[in-house]
């Protein structure tokens, strides 16, 4: 039985070479896409992205899910090529990878630090990609499979939806790009014990004898629904010779901390943002929409600061963090009154703080502890 991962790479000056040494022999064979699949052209799969990794020699194409406004979920080997991690990585929205919706670059990925392109097993082929920008609007992610719902042995024999990106003529290279879909039966679950649990830890095998996922799929979800909800859990990984007799793919239900600690990680400065809560400095500027250093980082408790919120009262520098009340709806811009008028009135008839003339009485009442502070304007 020989395993094969399932990327495909597409050398420059159609030199063919596989994605590592071992495989070279094989990619005449590695000719089929998702096989006996259906186009996948549902807005609903658009979660289901391509992504084109940039090494010496060529472009290697895998298969991802957005599990997060900015944070796709794919196989680790995608990211190894003789050795090296790739140059560039560039993820496609949409049906056609070839012409796709949107285009968004990558920079932060995190491999499983037990993964090895050598190992035999394939074990710990999950990777996680972080976006330099937001995913497209509309595009609605698909959470990863939790330990609280994961795959057992009572799922053999369930039916597991695949996406992917993998070629549509067998005899043309360059016809990978569309995303098909298919469903697949559990043939085993090698997290309970079974007799692939040594040599297969976390991987689920599935059946493939009648098609089924082949190169370009790798990093793709097999998509199962848990009470009325679809989530991504498994990663296509590795097939067995021709991919017509059984593939592997990793479960993601055993790698819960891995992706929540990714999904958690904090945004260095210079970083897109929507909120002070992605930046690790606390401070996503209003002006830049970007992670800065803090306003506050180096005045001294109840110093001013600036929100750059044109929305609020004068802002002061609490616990670090510069905070400030909205004005009175009566008080605010024209284009602060849609958000000023959403809040609810407070005791004196208004929706936030004084106006600003009277900001060193309710500064005053801050400091002294009441809970008049708002961040950034509330709401």
């Known amino acids: 039985m020989r395993l094969s991962f399932l990327s495909v790479f597409a050398p420059i000056l159609l030199l063919l070479t596989s994605c590592t040494p071992h495989r070279d022999a094989e990619l005449a064979e590695r000719a089929l896409p998702i096989v006996n699949g259906a186009p996948d052209d549902s807005a609903s799969s658009d979660a289901v992205v391509e992504i084109a990794l940039s090494y010496d020699g060529g472009v290697q194409r895998c298969t991802g899910t957005l599990i997060s406004e900015r944070v796709v979920l ?126 297969y830890p976390d991987q689920i095998v599935f059946d493939e004898s009648e098609g089924g996922f082949c190169d370009g799929d790798s990093g793709g979800p097999g998509l199962m629904a848990r009470g009325g909800r679809t989530y991504a859990a498994v990663i296509v990984s590795s097939k067995v010779d021709g991919c017509r007799t059984v593939g592997y793919a990793t479960a993601v239900d055993a790698y819960g901390p891995m992706i929540q600690g990714f999904l958690a990680e904090k945004y260095e400065e210079e970083a897109l943002c929507r909120g002070d809560d992605e930046c690790a400095s606390g401070w996503c500027s209003r002006d830049t929409e970007r992670c800065a250093p803090s306003p506050c980082l180096e005045k001294a408790e109840g110093d001013l600061c600036d929100d750059e919120d044109d929305c609020t009262g004068q802002a002061l520098c609490r616990s670090g963090a510069c905070l400030a009340e909205p004005l009175f709806c009566d008080e605010a811009a024209d284009y602060c009154q849609e958000r000023c008028e959403q809040r609810p009135a407070d005791d004196a008839g208004g929706c936030g703080a004084a106006p600003m003339a009277l900001a060193p009485l309710w500064a005053t009442l801050a400091l002294a502890g009441l809970p008049l502070l708002r961040r950034r304007g509330g709401g």
């Open 74 to 199: 794919t196989a680790a080997h995608c990211f190894v090529h003789n050795g090296k991690g790739p140059k560039s990585i560039s993820v496609q929205f949409g049906p056609d990878a070839k012409n796709p919706k949107a285009k968004v670059l990558a920079t932060r990925y995190l491999l499983h630090d037990n993964f090895s392109i050598n190992a035999a097993n394939h074990a710990f082929d999950i990777a996680l990609v972080r976006l330099d920008n937001y995913a497209p609007e509309g595009v609605v992610p698909i959470p990863p499979l939790p330990e609280s719902l994961a795959l057992t042995g009572g799922d053999e024999g369930a039916l597991v939806g695949f996406s992917g990106y993998g070629r549509t003529d067998p005899a043309v290279s360059s016809s990978t790009g569309k995303r098909q879909r298919r469903e697949l039966p559990i043939r085993s679950v090698c997290t309970r014990g079974a007799e692939c649990a040594a040599s």
